[in-house]
C-alpha cells in the first residue's frame, strides 16, 4: 500500500437549514482510506453516510473541515475543477443505476471516456466492449436500459464507473436494488477490483454485505462509532455466476 492515504477526512462537519433552525448531521468525522482499501460505512439511517459519500466525491461541500482524495483538496476546488477531476479519479456507483434511458449500455459505458476526452473513438469502443465483457454483458452492450434486469444495469454502471480506469470506486448503496444473489455477485465483483489494486468505499445497509468487507466504519448520530478491520471477512467467489450462465 502507498504511503499517502487516498482519501484523507478531517474534521468534518455538516449543517443543514430546516426552516429557521440548523441540524448538525455530521459532527467532526475524521479517517484516512488507504490505496487498495475496501472499506463498508455503515449505520442507521438519516445519519449523513451519503451526505459523507458525496462530500468525498465533491458533488456536496461540507460546513467544516478538510476532504483531501488522491492528493487534491476537494474542499477548496473549484466546480469546474471539481468535474473534471471527479471523471478521471473516481466512479461512482448508485443505488438506482442512472443509466441514460436512450443510451444503449455500450453507449453508456462510452460516455464517460468522451467528457474526458480520453482514448480515440476506437479505442473508447474497444474498451467499453472489454468492461462489459469483465461484468458479463458483452452479449447485451446494444440493448437499452430498459430492456435488461436491474442486475444487468447495476453491472453496467459498475462497468461506466471504470471507464476512465479511476483509482476510487464509491458506492452508494448499490446492492441496495438487488436481490440477493445478484447482490452477492456484484459484491464478489467489487472484491475482484480491490484485489486489482482499486480502492472501494461503500455506504451499505446490508449487514451480511458489511460482515464481508475488510474494513467498517460505522457512524451514529453524526460521529463515528466504530472503525474496525474485520478479520473474518470472505474472499470474493472466484467466479461469479453470470460468467458461467449458458
Known amino acids: 500500500m502507498n504511503q499517502e492515504p487516498i482519501i484523507q477526512v478531517k474534521d468534518v462537519v455538516k449543517n443543514f437549514k430546516v426552516g429557521d ?80 434511458p436512450a443510451l444503449s449500455l455500450l453507449q453508456n459505458v462510452i460516455l464517460p471516456m468522451d467528457f ?3 482514448y480515440s473513438a476506437k479505442e473508447r469502443r474497444e474498451r467499453a466492449m472489454d468492461l462489459l465483457e469483465l461484468v458479463g454483458l458483452a452479449d447485451q452492450a446494444d440493448k437499452l436500459p430498459s430492456m435488461v434486469s436491474g442486475g444487468q444495469q447495476q453491472r453496467a454502471a459498475i462497468a461506466r464507473a471504470l471507464a476512465n480506469d479511476p483509482p476510487l470506486l464509491v458506492g452508494d448503496e448499490p446492492t441496495g436494488n438487488l436481490d440477493s444473489r445478484t447482490a452477492g455477485d456484484v459484491f464478489d465483483l467489487f472484491s475482484k477490483l480491490v484485489e486489482s489494486g482499486k480502492t472501494m468505499l461503500m455506504v451499505t445497509h446490508d449487514k451480511d454485505l458489511a460482515e464481508r468487507v475488510p474494513r467498517r466504519i460505522e457512524i451514529t448520530n453524526g460521529r463515528i462509532t466504530r472503525d474496525e478491520i474485520l478479520t473474518n471477512w470472505a474472499q470474493p467467489a472466484a467466479v461469479p455466476h453470470w460468467a458461467t450462465a449458458a
Open 116 to 118: 474526458a476526452g480520453k
Open 21 to 100: 433552525s440548523e441540524v448538525n448531521i455530521l459532527k467532526g468525522i475524521s479517517f484516512d482510506v488507504n490505496q487498495g482499501e475496501f472499506v463498508s460505512i455503515v449505520g442507521p439511517s438519516g445519519n449523513g453516510k451519503s451526505t459523507l459519500l458525496n462530500m468525498i466525491t465533491g458533488i456536496d461541500r461540507p460546513s467544516g473541515g478538510e476532504i483531501t482524495v488522491t492528493g487534491e483538496l476537494v474542499t477548496k476546488m473549484s466546480e469546474n475543477r471539481l468535474a473534471a477531476w471527479r471523471g478521471e479519479k473516481v466512479g461512482i456507483i448508485f443505488q438506482f443505476f442512472q443509466m441514460l
